[in-house]
């Protein structure tokens, strides 16, 4: 009977690419950039051979800004070529123009936003937690409510979204920003932490409520299928079938374990997107070294790259003019790196 030699070949790649890993740690990465990392940066690092031609090899990771509390919901805007996220503890939402590196405040007080990002339009749409709201700013300053409650209750603390190509806004509802004030206003939770879809016309609906505490969404490239964080137990990533507006099952994509650390799972996944070719890039945290970053899975689930962050990543995006350009909301601060792939959507 043949042996199969996979398990023996992923083995000694986590253990190689550990060893990498490793060294590089004991030199103490100089974030400042005054002494640049020689290239490949060895903190971008290939679990699979699929993940190398996804590297830009003459590309580094680069810290932009820190100093904030908890940086979340980034968000590349197109037609102004910049980046906006949330520093939600200190209630402002963030800018950086690529042009000259500027980095400044955009937006305060922003009512505890988590997640961002823009409709089909352009327009911004924010999650709220001190407001329980689902907001979007106007051309011309006003600030429109799209959602605040359902069958009569207030959400719990909106989080996070995506846009779907019919112009449907889908958005995750687990309650963070109220089961403490530091990122909002502790109250009770009224509903069931779920996953909502709200309509171009106003309706909206509940399309599952299965996880426990569902976090970052995206769809992939085809928006055939729904990808979903689950901050909750037991730590994965679900993928749901997407048909005429509805989620038609859903099944484990992956597990946040088994990195170069973590093989208990303590871990988790909170801000996910895919690129043009379904790969799945999903931010990781609250491990250490070895796991704190980004993980990058085929579109079959398989773990095949891993960037490495001093910090726990909260939120990803792609930016840039030709969206290939990953941008990391982590902890305290802003990363980026280039890659030789491209978002799948527009933000």
Known sequence: MPIDTAPRRQFLQWTAASAVGAVASAMARDWSGQNPERYPDPDVIALEP???????????????????????????????????????????????????????????????????????????????????????????????????????????????????????????????????????????????????????????EKVTDELEKPNGLCFSPDYKTLYVADTGSPKNIRAFAVQDGKLKGSREFAVMKGALSDKQGKGGSDGLRCDVEGNLWASAGWVGDGFDGVHVFSPQGQRIGLIKLPETASNLCFGGPKRNRLFITASQSLYTLYVNTRGAHFC
């Open 50 to 204: 699929a993940f190398e031609r996804l590297i830009q090899g003459n590309a580094p990771i680069r810290r932009l800004h820190t100093g904030m509390l908890w940086a979340e919901g980034p968000a590349w805007n197109g037609s102004g070529n910049y980046l906006v996220w949330s520093d939600i503890p200190n209630n402002v939402q963030m800018r950086y123009l690529p042009e000259d590196g500027h980095v400044s405040v955009m937006r305060q007080p922003a009512n505890n936003s988590n997640g961002n990002t823009f409709d089909l339009q352009g327009r911004q749409i924010s999650f709220e937690h001190a407001t329980r709201r689902v907001v979007r700013y106007e051309a011309n300053g006003s600030v429109t409510v799209l959602a605040e409650r359902f069958e009569g209750k207030p959400f719990n603390a909106p989080n996070d979204g995506c846009v779907h190509a019919d112009g449907s806004l889908w958005f995750s509802d687990p309650g963070y920003g109220s089961m403490m004030d530091y990122e909002g206003n502790k109250g009770e939770l009224l509903l069931k932490e779920a996953v909502y879809r709200l309509d171009p016309d106003g309706r909206i």
